[in-house]
């Protein structure tokens, strides 16, 4: 259980950054501009989650994400401080995945379990210049692997390598590795034939085998830019799915791309990156680009429309800081918990006597998610 001396030290952090003023949010009304990030200034952000558990029955434990992301080029994760009546709390971390998360066990009889978390990072837009081929150090062989690797949910046999290899053929340039060329047609293949889907639950499953055995190539982000990194990883090129959460306005005024309020509970958005070998990682997120084409004002746009045609080319090699990253984890075990792995962990979990909370019912969990730029 939180001391009041955790408390004090809680609130002296919390107010030790100023946040700024939520007239920042205004700003998603403005007419969108050309979709066109560039390596920006460094901002940072806090995220507070309150959870509250209405169901107290058995055992009752929680699992909060926290930034275990690092990517020294466009986010750097920040202290996390939290004040609750739990028996227990501390900073965990899934040996299998990597996933960092804060873990809270309740008392019994504990009749009104809660828990505020406060997190901070601080991120920036990102470019990387595509026509500049440089000599980025290699990847580890350890961290090679984890990112060509098989999951639950992302398989890189069977279907998805003839789905991979079909989309490729022919893409090789004469004298180069072809691993541009692979991974722009796995981009371009993923625009042109997936749509986003807004009856999907949260931000999908990401069972991309199913997806595609089933023909409806629909869902949100979880399920296509997972198909994206599938497919990639099928080619035998590192890739991965970084989870997290939308916290302010597209200074691009894209009000699909952005928070548009305060309130993020319902904000969780994955991205992903590709390492290439003559590049290190780049984002990419052709996802985003079938989110313009459903939601961006008027909606359902063409895929000529000039805002999804400046999407579609940014967001191969480039994506703006507005965004605050938790990890990049698949088949996350949840400490304490002897039931099934998660595919995915970027939405708070928990648990009682019933089994596991369902993430996706915040008004019932019951969590809100507010988030703020805060200058430091």
Not at 204 to 229: E, Q
């Amino acid at each position: 259980m939180t001391t009041r001396r955790d408390l004090l030290k809680a609130g002296a952090l919390a107010t030790a950054a100023a946040v700024l003023p939520r007239a920042a949010f205004a700003q998603q009304a403005a007419a969108p501009q050309t979709f066109a990030p560039a390596v920006g200034k460094w901002r940072s952000y806090q995220i507070v989650t309150t959870v509250e558990i209405l169901k107290p029955e058995g055992q009752v434990q929680a699992w909060l994400p926290v930034a275990s992301f690092s990517n020294p080029d466009w986010f750097k994760p920040g202290e996390n401080s939290w004040t609750t009546n739990a028996r227990s709390a501390q900073l965990v971390r899934d040996p299998h995945s990597g996933a960092d998360m804060l873990h809270l066990v309740f008392a019994d009889g504990e009749k009104a379990p809660r828990v505020e978390l406060t997190s901070r990072a601080t991120s920036r837009d990102w470019a990387v210049d595509l026509t500049k081929p440089g000599k980025p150090a290699p990847l580890a062989a350890a961290e090679r692997a984890r990112n060509i690797a098989s999951t639950d949910l992302i398989p890189t046999d069977g279907i998805v390598k003839a789905t991979s290899d079909k989309i490729v053929a022919g893409k090789i340039v004469a004298g180069k590795s072809g691993e541009l060329e692979k991974v722009r047609a796995i981009f371009e293949w993923i625009v042109e034939n997936t749509y986003r889907n807004p009856t999907t639950r949260g931000c999908g499953i990401g069972d991309i085998a199913a997806l595609i055995k089933s023909g409806d190539l629909g869902g949100k982000c979880a399920d296509l830019n997972a198909l994206f990194v599938g497919l990639v990883r099928a080619q035998d090129i590192p890739a991965r799915d970084v989870y997290g959460l939308r916290v302010v306005p597209s200074r691009f005024g894209y009000k699909s791309l952005g928070a548009n309020s305060e309130i993020v509970t319902k904000a969780q958005h994955c991205r992903a990156e590709v390492f290439l070998s003559d590049f290190g990682w780049v984002p990419m997120d052709p996802a985003d680009v079938r989110k313009v084409v459903l939601e961006e004002p008027p909606g359902k746009l063409a895929l000529d429309d000039p805002k999804v045609v400046a999407a579609r080319k940014a967001l191969f090699g480039s994506w703006e800081g507005n965004w605050f990253a938790f990890n990049t984890a698949h088949d996350v075990a949840l400490p304490g918990f002897a039931g099934p792995r998660l595919g995915f962990l970027m939405y708070p979990q928990a648990v009682n006597a019933a089994g596991l909370l369902d993430c996706l019912d915040p008004d019932n969990f019951k969590y809100v998610i507010r988030a703020s730029e805060i200058a430091v």
